[in-house]
């Protein structure tokens, strides 16, 4: 059984960079596609962006010029770089293999944004 | 980018009731790449349909889910009391792939 989860600093000051790293288990991370997705509080889910195992990448738009997605095959693990944060940015980030849907997610952390 | 409104934001039903949540798209899904998943409080969502209508493994069959082109739907044809939820569609048919603001199913 497939199984990811989160890791990295719950708090980030405005204007610096949050930095998660994914560690998955029980599977290789080549071959397949590999996704952050965020939720705010109380709100909806926001797909941030994908990454291969190659590491070549998509991004969300919305987000694409502060965004970063990165894999490490040696250690099964891809990570996420949002730079520039602000408060908008405080959410629970989740991570996940993609098939365009999403069947293995991580528990998710909250990343919070404030000074 | 592909719009998914989902109706409607409240279910209040009773346990052995039938629910029937509906995903309305900005623009045609391609393939009818559409899936919905369940989530709970705390935790992440979990897989329910994909390919609008595909059960995912281990997805008990009074959960289905129908469809084409701009409006989907998923019926849970029973409620039991592990239904009652949040459920979201999510479009993955275009870049980038994009969520609807969900509908609860509380009891009534």
């Known amino acids: 059984q497939v199984q990811l989860q989160e890791s990295g600093p719950g708090l980030v000051k405005p204007s610096e960079t949050l930095s998660l790293t994914c560690t998955v288990s029980g599977g290789s991370i080549i071959n397949y596609y590999w996704s952050w997705i965020r939720q705010p509080p109380g709100k909806e889910l926001e797909w941030v962006g994908s990454v291969y195992s190659s590491g070549s990448t998509n991004y969300n738009p919305s987000l694409k010029s502060r965004v970063t997605m990165s894999v490490d095959t040696s250690k099964n693990q891809f990570s996420l770089n949002l730079k520039s944060v602000t408060a908008a940015d405080t959410a629970v980030y989740f991570c996940?293999?993609?098939?365009?849907?999403?069947?293995?997610w991580g528990r998710g952390t909250l990343v919070t944004v404030s000074s | 980018e592909i719009v998914l409104t989902q109706s409607p934001g409240t279910l209040s039903l009773s346990p052995g009731e039938r629910a029937t949540l509906s995903c309305r798209a900005s623009q045609s899904v391609s393939s009818n790449y559409l899936a919905w998943y369940q989530q709970k409080p705390g935790q992440a969502p979990r897989l329910l349909i994909y390919g609008a209508s595909s059960r995912a493994t281990g997805i008990p069959d009074r959960l289905s889910g129908s469809g084409s082109g701009t409006d989907f739907t998923l019926t849970i044809s029973r409620l039991e009391p592990e239904d009652f939820a949040v459920y979201y569609c999510q479009q993955y048919g275009s870049s980038p792939w994009t969520f609807g603001q969900g509908t609860k199913v509380e009891i009534k």
């Open positions: 996940a293999r993609s098939s365009g849907f999403f069947l293995y």
